[in-house]
């Protein structure tokens, strides 16, 4: 079945946004099925080029590779950033999800904080 047509044919059965998760969960679980049938993890066939991820939640390494901001307003989360960017995270996660114009807004205060500490 051509791609087109199977993601027209799942939205017949899951219709709107309401049903995204599970179209998704069903297309990630066909997709899982395939790469195992063929024998090939999921990351490889992917693009992957490892098959792990370093975090460091315990502050083991001299580098503190990221941080997460939370939904809050675009404010509180500049003010965050430029927080968490002095204590030397290297790597900034924002929460989205709510509300989209919010989330665009927020996104914009931390881009022009970042831009005027010098951050690229």
């Known amino acids: 079945l051509h791609p087109r047509w199977r993601a027209i044919r799942l939205r017949t059965i899951f219709p709107g946004h309401a049903f995204a998760s599970a ?3 069903v297309e990630m679980a066909v997709i899982a099925a395939v790469a195992n ?5 999921l ?3 992917f693009g992957g080029a490892s098959n792990t991820v370093t975090t460091d939640i315990t502050g083991r390494f001299k580098k503190k590779p990221d941080i997460t901001i939370p939904i809050v307003t675009r404010n509180e989360a500049a003010q965050l950033a430029a927080k968490y960017q002095g204590q030397g995270f290297q790597t900034l996660k924002l929460k989205v999800g709510k509300n989209l114009n919010s989330d665009i807004e927020v996104l914009k205060a ?3 904080l970042l831009i005027y500490l ?3």
């Open 23 to 25: 179209e998704a969960g």
């Open 43 to 45: 990351w490889r066939l």
């Open 118 to 120: 010098g951050c690229k």
């Open 37 to 41: 049938s063929i024998r090939i993890p």
């Open 110 to 112: 931390i881009r022009r």
